[in-house]
């Protein structure tokens, strides 16, 4: 018993070694803008249990299946799908429909999601002015 005693100790001192690396990259593989009925409605029928908010839009993102192996190995982290609708004001969740509702995270803070939001911004931009545009002919 006392051998025991002394192995737990050991561990409880022994200092606990810790490296922040930052993420080199994010790889978004499917990038869609959603009405917000259809992204909410999406997210929960997948049972995604939040959804995002940063700057502006309300996104959804799935990972890929083995981005945490890829971002350990290569340096990337990659998202199978971002798909995202614009909602100016933050609120708490989103009602789907009557008694579902989806909470919703304020992520703008976070450095991570502030750049994913920058790249819906950038898309999102890109997209609209397409639209935009006179026909040409």
Same mark, same amino acid.
């Given at each position: 018993?006392?051998?025991? #005693?002394?192995?737990?100790?050991?561990?409880?001192?022994?200092? +606990?070694? @810790?490296? @922040?690396t930052p993420m080199k990259e994010v790889l978004?593989?499917? +990038? #869609?803008? %959603?009405?917000?009925?259809? +992204?909410?409605?999406?997210?929960?029928? /997948?049972? @995604?249990?939040?959804?995002f908010w940063a700057d502006g839009y309300l996104?959804?993102?799935?990972?890929?299946? %083995?981005?945490?192996?890829?971002?350990? !190995?290569?340096?990337?982290?990659? +998202?199978?799908?971002?798909?995202?609708? =614009?909602?100016?004001?933050?609120?708490?969740? /989103? !009602? @789907?429909?009557?008694?579902?509702? &989806?909470? &919703?995270?304020?992520?703008? #803070?976070?450095?991570? /999601? =502030? !750049? &994913?939001? %920058?790249?819906i911004k950038a898309h999102d931009t890109k997209?609209?002015?397409? !639209? #935009?545009?006179?026909? %040409?002919?």
């Amino acid at each position: 018993m006392a051998s025991a #005693d002394k192995a737990s100790k050991t561990e409880v001192t022994t200092p +606990l070694k @810790v490296k @922040v690396t930052p993420m080199k990259e994010v790889l978004i593989l499917g +990038l #869609d803008e %959603r009405s917000l009925s259809n +992204l909410a409605w999406c997210a929960t029928a /997948y049972r @995604v249990d939040r959804l995002f908010w940063a700057d502006g839009y309300l996104f959804c993102l799935e990972p890929y299946e %083995r981005s945490l192996e890829y971002e350990a !190995e290569k340096g990337v982290f990659p +998202l199978g799908q971002v798909c995202y609708a =614009r909602f100016p004001k933050y609120v708490k969740s /989103y !009602e @789907v429909e009557k008694s579902v509702q &989806i909470p &919703i995270v304020d992520v703008s #803070d976070m450095h991570l /999601y =502030r !750049e &994913i939001a %920058r790249a819906i911004k950038a898309h999102d931009t890109k997209n609209h002015q397409r !639209e #935009d545009a006179p026909p %040409r002919g």
